[in-house]
Every structure is written in structure tokens, then in C-alpha cells.
């Protein structure tokens, strides 16, 4: 399979600009947070948005990759993060676009209904910020089959989070624990910011039975 030649990824980057599901392809792409802000800035300079920085991640990615997978890759992270359109204007042809059970397997409205259900019958915030036995708690019944989209919710790329996975021996719950204490170290560990998080992977069952307490 050839690769993406320079036009097509320069239209793919115009195509994307500086939307704002740029940073979910960021991460999914392999890229850092630190990374995707420097390209947020070169889209953003001089005061005028433009797609430099878009086009220029999209250049450094390519480098990375095989040419037979870079089709398949870019159209498989693409559909992902919600640029179905882009990927069947750009790579329609190579007839590698993701079912829909592929790409998103809880429709969001479908995560969005549970998460409300969720808050009104849970009472009442522990904390504003998560402790330590609670991202425990969290990491020992998270589900394994939605680790690599919670962990994109967090923040954390595919690769990172692979890489992480791979270090405990696929242990699940082990590597879910250390992307939790990550985050937490990061950020201070917000339960609103949790919690928006566990809602978009579709764990929002969680929310109530660990971060609330009963009325």
C-alpha cells in the first residue's frame, strides 16, 4: 500500500485547521500534551489561525510511520476522535474507514443519559479533589475493554499508554493505577475533571459508587 504523499496530507491539515478535536487526535496520534500545545501555538500565531501547526504534526507523525501504514493508521485515528468527514474526503478511496461499532462502541448520547442518571441518584461529592484510595478503587474496577479511550480522556496517548501497559505485564489494573496517579500529579486530581472522563469513555457508573456518598 503506498503512503500519504505531501498534497494529501497538506490538504488533510487544512482540512483539520485548528479544530477543536486537534488535541484528541494529538494523543491518539502518539503525541504528547506539551507537544500538541506547541502546535495549538503555531496554528495561533502572529494572531492570525492558521493550519501551520496542524500540517506540521501531521508531517512529524508521518516520518514515524511505514508508508503501508500510514493510510490505515491516520484513517483509523481520524474516525476516532470524530473527523469521520475529513477521512472519507481524504483516504475515502483506500477503503479503510471503521465500522461504527469499530469506532465508537457506546454512542454518546447513549454514555451522556447514563451519566445523568448517574448524578442525580448519587448524593453528594466526597471531595473536590480525588484521594488516593479513591483512584485505587478506580483502577481495580475500571473495565479493561475502554482503558485506551478513558486514558485518552485523561490526557495520556495510545502510545504511552500502551507503553505503560506493556511494562506491568498487561496488567490492567496496575497500569490504570499509575496513568491515575499521573493525572492526579499533573492536575491535583479534580473530580469535576474525573468525572468528565470517566463520562466520555463510558465508565460513568463509576462516579456515583465511588466519588459520591448517599444523601
Known amino acids: 500500500m503506498d503512503g500519504i504523499s505531501d498534497k494529501k496530507l497538506l490538504n488533510i491539515g487544512n482540512s483539520i485547521g485548528n479544530n477543536d ?6 494523543l491518539e496520534l502518539g503525541f504528547t500534551y ?5 502546535y495549538k501555538a503555531t496554528n495561533q500565531g502572529a494572531g492570525d489561525v492558521t493550519s501551520a501547526g496542524t500540517i506540521s504534526m501531521l508531517f512529524c507523525w508521518r516520518e514515524k510511520m511505514k508508508r503501508e501504514e500510514q493510510v490505515r493508521v491516520l484513517s483509523c485515528a481520524l474516525e476516532k ?12 478511496e483506500r477503503g479503510m474507514r471503521l465500522t461504527p461499532a469499530e469506532v465508537q462502541p457506546l454512542a454518546r448520547n ?22 488516593e484510595v ?12 475502554i482503558f485506551g479511550s ?3 480522556s ?3 496517548g495510545s502510545n504511552q499508554s500502551s ?11 496496575k497500569a490504570m493505577m499509575e496513568i491515575l496517579m499521573m493525572w492526579k500529579n499533573r492536575t491535583c486530581g479534580p473530580c469535576e475533571e474525573l468525572e468528565s472522563a470517566l463520562e466520555s469513555s463510558g465508565a460513568a457508573d463509576l462516579i456515583g459508587s465511588i466519588l459520591y456518598k448517599p444523601k
Open 81 to 92: 476522535v470524530g473527523l469521520v468527514e475529513v477521512a472519507e474526503e481524504h483516504l475515502k
Open 21 to 26: 478535536k486537534l488535541l484528541a487526535l494529538a
Open 134 to 145: 479513591q483512584l485505587l478503587q478506580i483502577s481495580r474496577e475500571f473495565p479493561n475493554e
Open 163 to 173: 507503553n505503560i501497559l506493556t511494562k506491568h505485564c498487561k496488567d490492567y489494573h
Open 34 to 38: 506539551a507537544e500538541y500545545k506547541n
Open 110 to 131: 447513549d454514555i451522556t443519559d447514563r451519566a445523568i442518571h448517574v448524578k442525580r441518584n448519587c448524593g453528594i461529592r466526597i471531595n473536590e479533589n480525588v484521594s
Open 150 to 152: 478513558f486514558c485518552l
Open 154 to 156: 485523561l490526557g495520556v
